[in-house]
């Protein structure tokens, strides 16, 4: 008895969650989310502290005395800055140019004059 009790409650139950629905429901194509994700995606660097030696990047214009801190790559350009360092999945690299700079779209990466 009390198993065709909660085979009906069962029953019922998404019975209800069915007709809640309202209208026939659509299903997206996964390219079009994946192509929206990545479209809207911000690109952040993963920098957790300041350059302390010059060496790899003073060509590229990222040294310590330079920096005007973290920042995102349009107020770095908006600032005057000239180089930009990011770092992204344990890879450091310095972006040079200020047009080039805002062209990125990076987050919370080094800013320098």
């Known amino acids: 008895m009390q198993l065709v009790q909660l ?3 069962t029953t019922l ?15 997206r194509a996964p390219e079009s989310d994946i192509s929206e994700l990545l479209e809207s995606r ?11 030696r010059p060496a790899r990047y003073e060509k590229e214009g990222c040294t310590p005395d330079l920096s ?11 600032k005057g800055g000239r180089a930009y360092l990011c770092v992204q999945s344990g ?14 779209g990076y987050e919370k990466g080094e800013c320098f004059q």
Do not use: D, R
Not at 13 to 26: D, I, K, N, Q, Y
Not at 68 to 78: E, K, Q, V
Not at 92 to 101: D, K, L, T
């Open 91 to 104: 890879q450091s690299f310095c972006i040079q140019g200020g047009s080039n700079i805002k062209k990125t």
């Open 13 to 27: 139950f998404f019975t209800g969650l069915v007709a809640a629905v309202p209208g026939a429901v659509e299903m």
């Open 42 to 52: 911000t690109i952040k660097c993963a920098n957790i502290a300041k350059i302390k």
């Open 68 to 78: 005007l801190g973290f920042l995102s790559a349009h107020n770095c350009f908006n």
């Open 7 to 9: 085979l009906t409650l």
